[in-house]
């Protein structure tokens, strides 16, 4: 199973992004669509079913123990990816709690043999993805301001028109 911890906005804020997307961007990209815009906070990518139960058990035992905060991010940049060629939007500056909770959400992961994904974390919304040029600076700068009281784990499936992402299990921030 393809798997992913992740932030959803709320969809109030999602059609506020996708709106100033499709307004203040060319299409240099394929949009992402609206349903799909969400923060990652750590990929886990392939993981075996029969490993779930255990991975969910134990983040309830880290939510529980740790009681991870809620989170305000304030979503003012915007970004370019040449490698993976996305266009992103982001905030600036993000909580060491939201830093750490990336970090141990990646190691239960990899505790129940996801690879994981080495890199340094940075939350950010893909907005278009196969983007081989980066965006113009937007007439409209972003300014979105998202709270999270929860964080979910995703299943990424990948169907014949495109990938949809499943919320498997949720637990609370703060
Ligand atoms: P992205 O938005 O920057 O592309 C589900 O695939 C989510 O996991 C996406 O948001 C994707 O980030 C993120 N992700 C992180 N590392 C990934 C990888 N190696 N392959 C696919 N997705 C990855």
Redesign the pocket.
Known sequence: M?L?F?LQPDSESALAIAAWRDRQLPLIGRP?PEANL???LA?L?DVSAHRLERLDQAVGQFVAQKRPPGEVLTLNQLGY?PR?G?C?LGPQAWSDSLAGLARSLSRLGTAQGSKG?R?KYRP???LL?GCDSPPPAAASEPLFKLSFDHFNL?Q?HQGRTG?T?QVLESWPLG
């Open positions: 393809r992913f992740g992402v969400h923060i990652t990929f990518g990816w993976p996305i992103w994904d890199g950010h919304i893909t993805r995703y990424s990938v992402y």
